[in-house]
């Protein structure tokens, strides 16, 4: 077969470090989102949508054919840190948490997602980052150490 295709959907979470509020300022989100989602379009894995609150955010993208998740994520978290110190004291000291989740999404689920990330500032009215996280963990049966989960 003479071309490559895939079409591989991942849903990534990550926060702030320490959960700091670095994204409280509903108008730097904003630009957060649209800088990570950029980003997504120059590492080859367009987005889909990127959403969050204050402390973290949840991006879904194609991931590219080309470049590995864990070097999507890293880029992504370090352009968009570069960025965020461009903004003003204020941001001098943001920094993303060390680690992240990713998980694979089906295309029939994309939409739910979608709604999903949408919708961060309902569901985070009544849960913590750490227990949504805690529930996506537990959704994907992925096993985690909590000791080395926060940062």
Not at 103 to 130: G, K, M
Request: glycine share 6%.
């Amino acid at each position: 077969m003479p071309q490559s295709l895939a079409q591989v959907y991942i849903h990534f979470v990550f926060s702030t470090k320490n959960r700091a509020p670095f994204l409280l300022d509903k108008a730097f989100r904003r630009e957060m989102h649209a800088y990570l989602g950029t980003t997504c379009g120059y590492l080859d894995s367009p987005s889909e949508i990127v959403g969050g609150v204050a402390d973290h955010v949840h991006l879904l993208c194609r991931l590219s054919r080309t470049h590995t998740l864990a070097d999507t994520v890293r880029e992504l978290k370090r352009e968009s840190s570069k960025w965020a110190k461009t903004k003003g004291a204020g941001y001098a000291d943001f920094h993303w948490q060390d680690g992240y989740g990713a998980f694979s999404i089906s295309p029939a689920h994309r939409t739910v997602l979608i709604d999903y990330i949408e919708n961060q500032e309902q569901h985070h009215a009544e849960l913590t980052f750490q227990d949504e996280y805690r529930r996506l963990l537990a959704k994907y049966n992925v096993e985690y150490d909590e000791r080395y989960v926060w940062d």
